[in-house]
């Protein structure tokens, strides 16, 4: 068996809270695996699969989480389809601010009677909400 030098160091925090949540802690992945954990070779090949697992759920995590935000801004079109007319004039910073405190652009113009398809109306919000962030 070739183990990674990663595989023999000790899990992290952040892995042993997976470990945790996941399985209820090493003792109970190991079974679930079919190793022991009162044999060292074993634990490291439980730390290596542990390692290859968690990074799959991450990345299933983020998959997860691009599909919540796409459902999120296809929702926003279908109530409102000036919702997201404007974002193209804002960072991807000022967007993420609209969104934390008016869920899209078209609620941030809207509440501050800007028209999203009028260029000088969007220039005057870009400017709002720069001068918002800096406060």
Request: proline letters at 1%; glycine letters at 2%.
């Amino acid at each position: 068996m070739s183990t990674s030098h990663q595989s023999t160091e000790p899990y992290t925090k952040a892995e042993k809270d997976w470990l945790k949540q996941k399985f209820d802690g090493e003792f109970k992945f190991l079974q679930t695996q079919g190793l022991s954990i009162y044999k060292e070779e074993d634990r490291e090949e439980g730390r290596t699969i542990a390692r290859a697992l968690r990074a799959n759920d991450d990345e299933d995590d983020e998959e997860e989480e691009e599909e919540k935000e796409e459902n999120q801004f296809l929702k926003d079109l279908e109530e409102d389809p000036m919702s997201h007319l404007a974002d193209h004039h804002f960072s991807e910073k000022q967007l993420e601010w609209i969104e934390k405190h008016y869920r899209h652009s078209g609620n941030f113009m809207f509440s501050h009677v800007l028209k999203a398809f009028d260029d000088e109306d969007c220039e005057e919000a870009v400017a709002m909400v720069a001068a918002f962030m800096e406060d």
